[in-house]
């Protein structure tokens, strides 16, 4: 049977999460798309139902050379979302490029088609944090991970394609799944093996005046919310463009470090840290999601707060043996 339905990143954060919410909906006939290599994100797709796995560079020679089986939607979840990561050449063509190809043939083959774009487009926040078309050529992202995916923001907004395809600019997403990423997973997963491990949390230190220590600010969503915006957009076909995926609320690192603690149980113990030269230049203080055009766009769903979606994630998943 053909797949109809594509998740690139599928073993991935957000990708397996996608997964996991198509078979709460009894939806099995997916392909998986990604690049397994040696770490640990196999462990994901372990309980998933899906058709079949294919790695990413099979996958992108058959969209070169048109021979995919039919598809209904593509999900693009596959990047590299390392935000420190150097090798732009790379980066250009693993975000950017293969973005591009997979666009492309969606459109030719009229597949829906749903990217992954980030938060980092934002840069340091001074054009403020909206959706609209106007504002994305006027964005000035600090790191090359931020602009690769501006790049293709910027190439289909030139093309004039974002009213057949929708992109989402996922913000600081947490959540069950996220275990294999390393340094990139969210501080709420390193918060928690650390306070495990040593009863304390390290939090950076605030290089600027106006915040205080652990109090510069982001607008963090659970992953499942993540997962609910993306699948409206799957079962909403007549509705495109790009948009932020956040809840449009902003909290401290402290908040999200006070929360690990109450979920754990344990009294808060922060230690604030020097930062690394090499981030002092390229760190957001601020990142808040600018969420009328969702709204206007029809999504209607509850996101979670930061507390809950903590507590959820702690005791639901980080917890477990």
Not at 24 to 29: I, K, L, P, T
Request: glycine share 8%.
């Amino acid at each position: 049977m053909a797949e109809r339905i594509v998740v690139t990143g599928g073993a991935g954060f957000i990708g397996s999460n996608i997964v996991a919410a198509l078979n709460e909906r009894g939806v099995d006939d997916i392909l998986v798309v990604d690049e397994l290599g040696r770490d640990e994100k196999w462990k994901n797709l372990v309980g998933l139902r899906y058709a079949d796995y294919q790695e990413k560079d099979e996958f992108r020679a058959a969209v070169q050379y048109d021979r995919l089986a039919d598809v209904d939607t593509v999900f693009h979840m596959g990047a590299c979302s390392s935000t420190t990561e150097t090798n732009a050449s790379y980066l250009v063509d693993n975000n950017h490029r293969y973005t591009r190809e997979l666009c492309e043939w969606c459109l030719e083959h009229d597949a829906r088609f749903i990217y992954a774009s980030s938060g980092a487009t934002y840069g340091d926040g001074s054009q403020g944090y909206s959706d609209s078309d106007e504002v994305t050529p006027t964005l000035r992202p600090l790191n090359m991970y931020g602009y690769s995916k501006q790049m293709f923001d910027l190439w289909a907004l030139r093309q004039g394609v974002l009213d057949r395809i929708v992109g989402l600019k996922y913000f600081n997403v947490f959540g069950p799944r996220e275990d294999h990423k390393g340094d990139m997973r969210s501080v709420v997963n390193k918060a928690y093996h650390q306070i495990s491990e040593t009863g304390a949390v390290k939090l950076f230190k605030s290089y600027r005046p106006e915040y205080r220590d652990g109090e510069q600010e982001r607008d963090f969503v659970y992953v499942r919310d993540a997962v609910d915006v993306t699948l409206f957009f799957h079962d909403n076909r007549d509705v495109s463009g790009l948009f932020n995926c956040g809840t449009g609320k902003v909290r401290t690192w402290n908040d999200l470090a006070k929360a690990v603690f109450s979920a754990m149980g344990k009294p808060p113990k922060i230690e604030y840290v020097d930062m690394p030269d090499s981030l002092r230049a390229k760190y957001q203080y601020h990142t808040k999601a600018d969420t009328a055009k969702l709204q206007d766009a029809g999504y209607t769903g509850r996101f979670t707060s930061l507390e809950e979606g903590v507590s959820d994630y702690v005791k639901g998943w980080l917890s477990r043996p």
